[in-house]
């Protein structure tokens, strides 16, 4: 009797096309949440990250999503720089015309020295949390805050996406 289990190659050469292939799905996933109601964005970051990869490949696929997304529907601020944090966190915010109320000025000085990283996260958490929308933080090189603004419905899809992208992600009330 003959064991056909030995002659099976399980290698077939196409495991690295699928991983990209998988990878390429849930940066797509990944842009249409953080950019929700703007598929026309999703697409133009897309183009962009395909381009990137393309050029410099994909070894760290979430540092080409940053790269491509900063200032337009991701950010990565240097923690010390709440004045830039606050801004950052205005800008996207501003996509579906929203605004936080900081709870005080962030055009003051004295507002920045008496506020830090994780309490503008936590104020504008709850301020986006009211109106369906999702403020998440992602892990990045240290002493750099990073983070998405997707809508609240979706929360469960962008654990699922970060699971898959190897994210470390958590929602802005638990920045620490």
Known sequence: MASYDDDFDQDDGYEDEDDDESTESQVWRL????????????MQ????????????????????VAQVTDWRSGFEVDADD???????????????N???????????????????GPEI???????????GYTL??????DGIYAGW?????????MRVVATELGI?????SQVS
């Open 45 to 64: 970051q897309f183009s962009a990250y395909r381009d990137t990869v393309e050029e410099e490949g994909d070894d760290d696929p979430i540092r080409i």
């Open 82 to 96: 709440t004045r830039t944090l606050v801004e950052a966190i205005n800008e996207l915010a501003s996509r579906w």
């Open 98 to 116: 929203l605004s936080i109320d900081w709870d005080g000025d962030p055009d003051d000085d004295e507002f920045h020295e008496e506020v830090d």
């Open 168 to 172: 470390n992600l958590r929602l802005g």
């Open 31 to 42: 842009l249409a949440l953080i950019n929700p109601g703007d598929e026309d964005s999703a």
């Open 149 to 157: 603004i997707t809508q609240s419905r979706d929360d469960e899809a």
């Open 121 to 131: 996260f936590s104020r504008a958490f709850d301020q986006l949390n009211q109106h």
């Open 136 to 141: 998440w933080a992602r892990e990045a090189d």
